[in-house]
């Protein structure tokens, strides 16, 4: 049988015919890996459920191993795969970076570039780096497509090539993210600290990382910055065992948290995402600005334990022009350009990592 306008990968069986590995087949694991279970996968690919089960089977068979577990919690990747999903992702990546530069080359569009940026990201923070990637795509008639998406501490949007590059934090070493991944550092942030008036620390305007940790805090929600999240909450662990971050009742913005916590039951503080640029210099470069709530008032954390590096990551497998564009983008900014705070001890210019 024929099959046009197919791409193979020829694998022989064990008698040594040969057999055909088909894009589709490393589409369809990809999103069935992606969904968690055939009917969501489906659904996202606009086939039967059926047809798709036939079609993971198949590779299954031409494979020799089975790929997936197939739970009643769930489907689960064997070893196996594991192995061909992340190869499967770097071929279709490839593909459709090459699908897309042939294109360009035939005056059918121009190249693309997928880059994630966090919802909470702060804005002059996202408002500098958009324009960066936009000046640096123009210039070089690369077409950027926007994705408003949390990036977890491994940045796995883009490990897993459903992003190409993104703005984000770093919560580790830039060296500890896995390959192929590539950053650049922007510049470290701190998070502001609201507290209550009447609570010992008001008075001074600084707290300890001991007395956060001993009282109620919020911040959140998770799903917009769990990297941070998760690396902010074992440092407060590691001072209260105990500690928890409490959520909210409503996240509709910060008056409205600082109103919560000023009327708690228990002391309460109101931990903001990373925003503040962390100087060179002792304590945090901050413009005078209003108390937004008479009963809770601005601290500086002592010694800044909590902290975040703004980066810009990319996958290391794009193509040069486009890592071009990231390269050039990310050497344009800078924590002072970023900040709406006094610029005197503006970081150190960004560093490849």
């Not at 109620?216 to 929600?221: A, F, I, Q, S, T």
């Amino acid at each position: 049988m024929t099959h046009s306008n197919t791409e193979l990968v020829e694998l022989p069986d064990a008698a040594g015919a040969p057999q055909a590995v088909e894009l589709r087949h490393l589409r369809y694991l990809v999103a069935v890996a992606d969904a968690g279970n055939f009917t969501r996968a489906a659904e996202r690919l606009f086939i039967a459920q059926p047809t798709l089960s036939q079609q993971i089977r198949r590779l299954e068979e031409i494979v020799g191993a089975p790929l997936l577990q197939r739970r009643r919690e769930g489907l689960r990747l064997t070893p196996a795969g594991t192995v061909l999903l992340d190869a499967s992702r770097s071929v279709l990546s490839l593909v459709d970076h090459e699908v897309n530069r042939t294109r360009a080359a035939a005056g059918l569009g121009r190249p693309r570039l997928r880059v994630a940026v966090p919802p909470a990201l702060p804005d002059a923070l996202a408002v500098e780096a958009a324009s960066a990637l936009r000046s640096a795509a123009a210039a070089a008639d690369v077409e950027i497509a926007w994705l408003e998406a949390p990036l977890d501490g491994e940045f796995s949007l883009i490990r897993q090539r459903r992003a190409d590059a993104g703005v984000g934090w770093l919560t580790g070493r830039p060296e500890a993210l896995p390959a192929p991944l590539d950053v650049m550092r922007l510049g470290d942030f701190a998070p502001d600290v609201w507290v209550p008036s009447r609570h010992l620390a008001a008075p001074r305007q600084t707290i300890s990382l001991d007395e956060l940790a001993r009282m109620d805090v919020m911040h959140g929600p998770r799903r917009l910055e769990p990297g941070t999240y998760d690396a902010w909450t074992r440092v407060l662990r590691a001072a209260n065992p105990r500690f928890a971050f409490t959520d909210p009742p409503l996240r509709h913005s910060l008056p409205m948290a600082l109103s919560f916590a000023a009327t708690a039951d228990r002391p309460t503080a109101v931990l903001t995402g990373p925003g503040v640029i962390a100087g060179n210099r002792p304590g945090l470069i901050r413009m005078p600005r209003a108390t937004i709530s008479q009963d809770m008032v601005l601290a500086d954390l002592e010694h800044h334990p909590l902290t975040a590096t703004a980066a810009v990551v990319w996958n290391g497998d794009l193509p040069r022009p486009l890592q071009q564009i990231l390269f050039d983008a990310a050497d344009g900014i800078t924590p002072a350009q970023t900040s709406q705070h006094e610029p005197a001890a503006a970081g150190p210019r960004p560093q490849v990592a």
